[in-house]
């Protein structure tokens, strides 16, 4: 039975995972943009990430807002 918390780590063992590979990201980004998108578990103060977090969080960013056509006369 697959739980929750298989695979899970902390930002930090992710980051040195990351790092193996080529992937400079710190701890400090990691949770940052973890929280901000709900992306992880915790308890009390510990943060874990599965890799299912992980892939969301590694996700590219939306596309930005194109600049408005005819601009200024």
Not at 28 to 51: D, I, V, W
Not at 52 to 71: D, I
Request: glycine share 8%; proline share 5%.
């Amino acid at each position: 039975m697959q739980t929750v918390v298989d695979g899970a780590k902390t930002p930090e063992e992710w980051c040195a995972m990351l790092r193996q590979q080529g992937a400079h990201v710190s701890a400090r980004t990691l949770r940052a943009k973890a929280r901000e998108t709900g992306q992880y578990l915790s308890l009390g103060r510990a943060m874990l990430l599965n890799p299912k977090h992980l892939a969301v969080l590694l996700q590219p960013e939306a596309e930005a807002v194109p600049l408005e056509e005819g601009g200024h006369d």
